[in-house]
């Protein structure tokens, strides 16, 4: 497998006309090597040649992946001009993630060559393969089972860290740890932030609850936002429930092979304008899913990316009414030979809980 990765992210670079490559995003790295590295403010890197893979390693991470070589330095050495030693005379792809403070002292190292921008791995990732498929889709299996336990815990009065500590809570009951960091849990107004950050607003019948999360399962993660009424539901609550609802369906419906990603966004985005909330839906309809919570392919500025088979991503529209309420539903799919296939199989219809 891993073998069968370096040979796509070889045949990207020689479209792209680049003899080696540096790769330096912890994900990336564990993309190709199986092995996951954290080097914090150090650098770990990973240069991939036609014909070889060199890593340089962090003395305290010395990793020993399969068919590398391995250089490890230390804080005494100089990082840059071991890098430098590693390179080969050739124009160099550098992946987005190499620090300046590592990338300006290896160019004035190397001024004989050429450094551009590299995204080779990045657009490998994007095609799944069939065991990364059957992770992401275990991952939305257990994430739609912890939503259920987690709805059904809702009581009045509790504040949106405690739901989020339930969520984490029923992650760890389904076998698969508990949540690091805090879910995005929102409660009434606070539902209206698109990048809500939770905190101590406290449940009220008739508020919204939008609860936006994931979890890394078996190195691949889930994604999914559904949104409730707890105890009762307005007139326009329901409303613009229905109309996310029908956006999230109409995009659904639009993905299959070849389609440009923008054409995707664009039906999310004309239900919602046709409905009068065109100015209230501020952000991407999707966003591509992995070894990486967001990651290629994004959906972003109209891009004409056509999606292909085994692409996995986001569709998630929303309508946002600042001092109101918001409402966000999102979905995983991968894209099939004829459509898709829907990861999430929590209820979407309208819930009043509690």
Not at 189 to 203: F, N, T
Not at 218 to 231: A, E, K, L, Q
Not at 237 to 263: D, H, K
Request: aromatic residues 8%; charged residues 25%.
């Amino acid at each position: 497998m891993l073998e069968n990765r370096l040979r796509r992210v070889r045949e990207r670079m020689a479209m792209n006309g680049l003899s080696q490559i540096i790769v330096t995003q912890p994900q990336a790295i564990y993309y190709l090597t199986g092995e996951w590295v954290e080097p914090h403010d150090r650098l770990d890197a990973l240069v991939v040649t036609q014909a070889a893979c060199r890593m340089l390693c962090y003395v305290l991470a010395v990793i020993n992946p399969e068919g590398c070589d391995v250089t490890v330095y230390s804080d005494t050495g100089r990082t840059a001009a071991t890098l430098s030693d590693l390179l080969e005379d050739a124009d160099t792809g550098v992946d987005g993630y190499l620090a300046s403070r590592f990338l300006l002292p290896l160019m004035a190292a190397r001024p004989e060559l050429r450094f551009t921008v590299s995204s080779c791995v990045e657009e490998a990732r994007m095609i799944k393969e069939p065991d990364e498929v059957m992770r992401l889709r275990r991952a939305s299996e257990i994430t739609d089972l912890v939503f259920e336990d987690a709805f059904a815990r809702l009581r009045e009065g509790m504040t949106e860290l405690e739901l989020g500590a339930v969520f984490s809570e029923c992650f760890e009951r389904r076998g698969v740890g508990r949540f690091q960091g805090d879910p995005m849990v929102c409660f009434g107004k606070g539902s209206a932030e698109p990048h809500h950050a939770p905190g101590d607003a406290r449940l009220c019948p008739g508020d919204a609850v939008s609860v936006d999360t994931g979890k890394r399962i078996d190195g691949y993660y889930s994604d999914m936002t559904r949104t409730v009424f707890f105890r009762s539901c307005s007139a326009l609550q329901r409303e613009v429930y229905e109309v996310v609802l029908e956006a999230n369906r109409a995009a659904i419906a639009a993905v299959r092979p070849g389609v440009p990603i923008a054409q995707i966004d664009r039906a999310a985005r004309e239900v919602i304008e046709r409905a009068g909330y065109g100015d209230r839906y501020p952000h991407r309809t999707s966003h591509g899913i992995g070894i990486d919570y967001h990651e290629e392919p994004f959906d972003v500025g109209g891009r004409n990316l056509p999606v292909a088979e085994n692409m996995c991503f986001s569709i998630e529209p929303g309508i946002y009414l600042p001092g109101a309420f918001g409402v966000r539903i999102e979905d995983l799919v991968c894209v099939t030979k004829e459509g898709c296939e829907l990861f999430n199989h929590h209820p979407k219809e309208l819930r009043i809980v509690g």
